[in-house]
């Protein structure tokens, strides 16, 4: 049976069709539609995660007690995890145990542009990247294969451009058993990892590699494709469907597995070519490799180490043209910046923040488009969870500098329960006077709005108990624990102006739901009265994305887009905002 799939549903498909019964990630684009694929198979148990560190746990586990386990995420969530997954590399596992990451070159969801290939050689595992789906359906079944055979966590590599694109995939929708294995119980010399214990596991690491490096010689994943011979191409990924393209009768070492490389493979490859090209995104990962083997090569001399490869890239490269960007700068087209949705719950409250003049600063979210103008009220945006630590050390910076400045720490509800609880704690242990605004508006907001704890809503749209963040900071210490709604403005500017000045630390909980989870509930749309608006622009302040300009320069509302939230009307000095449905009654 053949079927179109992304590379993120096709490693869902490979989980079913290979026997894994557990599956756990944390939301983050681009991996998020591979724990979304995998709950509609039924013969998987998956979850969301509150963070991948517990993903991992939580899949560790389930190894450990003897079913073939998975857990997804994208590259940044592997350096939450890494805690787990450095001993893991120690004790190995029981049942396969494959982690899955998903890198974001160019950064066009994302941080920054990190390379997990890294992680592979920093934790000593196995590292397998496909190169399309039907590779990433299969090497599921590699690596589940490797983890047992080799006792070890698998690493399996994925770029955005493999998640998301479509190709052909033959499947069978028949699923493969696996009998689960005994539990794990009753060893601890392999799992307990106390100093004497891990000094032994430590030469198990290293005795695991040299069987690696041999697997890596011979497995077909890793393959010579000879052609023409006046040069030669080292490549994995994405990157071998760019070279292939661009030089398809050329001689070409392609590999699936990166980690560790196959050494009498490269140098079979290499002796007879008198030029090698090695292509990759990012790091020299590869290219390094080759150096330490005594194997020159050309690498990131002539191809960029940011941002994504194309073909149009590597065939100037590989013509002797110099390097330039494939997109022309003459381009007629007006820019366009990244915007909240309309009637975003966030606007109102960001609006207010500027007036404020605060210091805000905050975590990964939507609400990290705040930092845009014409609202320019998010001052970082560093990791998941950071803005609240950050906001604790900047206050006691300014205590020794300008103590009239008033800092404040948003988080939205899905990152406070991934990494926002214990910097809190840490807050009201250390006795620092800082006000914190969880932004709850009931999902994981910027990657679909996915179930959370907060939501109540498990991954398989299951009920769960629903946290209540009042509760919850209460009960680790906070007194002052306010409640608003995010579309009265009065409301919030009246809570942020006395919570900022408290001499305790306090916490504002900021209620309005994401658009993307009301559905069905959009409210009446406003307009503006051309004869009242005098012009001021106050309204564009809110960078709503249904507000805009006519040729007067009287701002104007799209009714196709306005969702009657009516934060326009709260801000609007002329009163020139009303509803459509009351002005159509007046008549």
């Not at 940044?76 to 494959?98: E, R």
């Amino acid at each position: 049976m053949k079927i179109f799939l992304s590379g993120n549903e096709a490693i869902a498909a490979g989980a079913c069709e290979f026997g894994v019964s557990f599956a756990a990630g944390y939301p983050g684009t681009p991996s998020t539609e591979i724990l979304e694929t995998v709950s509609k198979y039924p013969e998987i148990d998956s979850q969301w995660a509150v963070n991948e560190k517990v993903a991992l746990d939580v899949a560790v586990g389930a190894s450990l007690g003897g079913i073939r386990s998975l857990v997804a995420m994208k590259h940044v969530g592997l350096n939450v995890a890494s805690d787990t997954l450095m001993t893991l590399s120690y004790t190995g596992v029981n049942a396969g145990l494959i982690v899955i990451t998903v890198d974001d070159p160019n950064m066009s969801s994302s941080q920054n542009e990190q390379d997990n290939r890294n992680y592979a050689k920093f934790a000593k595992i196995p590292l397998l990247e496909p190169s399309d789906s039907q590779e990433a359906k299969d090497f599921v079944q590699l690596a589940l294969r490797m983890s047992e055979g080799f006792d070890t966590p698998v690493l399996v590599r994925l770029t955005a451009r493999v998640a998301h694109s479509k190709s052909v995939v033959k499947i069978n929708p028949k699923r493969r058993e696996v009998s689960p294995k005994n539990p794990c119980d009753g060893n601890p010399a392999k799992y307990v990892m106390i100093p004497s214990n891990a000094k032994k596991r430590r030469i198990f690491v290293e005795q695991k590699l040299d069987k690696l490096r041999r697997f890596s010689n011979k497995t077909s994943v890793n393959r010579i494709e000879w052609g023409k011979k006046n040069f030669g191409i080292i490549t994995s990924g994405i990157s071998y469907q760019y070279a292939k393209e661009v030089c398809p009768d050329q001689s070409i070492l392609k590999f699936g597995m990166t980690y560790p490389l196959p050494a009498e493979k490269i140098k079979e490859f290499t002796k007879t070519l008198p030029l090698v090209y090695v292509i990759e995104e990012l790091d020299p990962f590869l290219q390094e490799q080759l150096g330490s083997m005594g194997i020159k090569s050309t690498g990131k001399e002539v191809f960029p180490s940011t941002g994504e490869l194309n073909p149009d890239m590597i065939r100037r490269v590989l013509s002797k043209k110099d390097f330039q960007e494939t997109i022309s700068t003459s381009s007629k087209l007006p820019s366009r910046h990244p915007l909240l949705c309309a009637g975003c719950s966030y606007l109102g409250l960001f609006y207010i923040l500027k007036k404020l003049d605060m210091i805000v600063l905050g975590d990964i979210g939507c609400y990290s488009l705040c930092a845009l103008p014409p609202l320019s009220s998010l001052h970082t945006c560093i990791s998941m969870g950071s803005g609240i630590g950050i906001a604790q050390g900047y206050k006691k910076a300014l205590k020794k500098s300008d103590q009239r400045k008033k800092v404040i720490a948003v988080i939205g509800d899905s990152t406070f329960i991934h990494s926002g609880i214990t910097p809190l704690i840490d807050l009201i242990y250390n006795k620092e006077t800082v006000a914190v605004i969880i932004l709850d508006n009931g999902g994981t907001a910027m990657t679909g709005c996915q179930g959370h704890p907060g939501t109540g809503i498990t991954l398989k749209n299951g009920k769960s108990p629903k946290i209540s963040y009042e509760q919850l900071v209460k009960a680790l210490g906070i007194n002052r624990v306010v409640t608003v709604n995010s579309y009265n403005l009065k409301e919030v500017r009246r809570s942020i102006k006395k919570e900022s000045t408290s001499r305790q630390p306090s916490v504002i909980i900021a209620k309005g739901p994401c658009l993307l989870a009301d559905k069905g509930k959009k409210h009446d749309p406003f307009r503006i009265i051309s004869s009242r608006c005098i012009k001021c622009g106050e309204c564009l302040q809110l960078s709503c994305p249904a507000i805009d300009v006519d040729g007067s320069q009287c701002s104007r509302i799209d009714e196709n887009l306005c969702t009657g939230c009516s934060l326009c009307q709260q801000i609007c000095p002329a009163q020139a905002v009303e509803e459509i449905q009351v002005v159509q009654k007046s008549r």
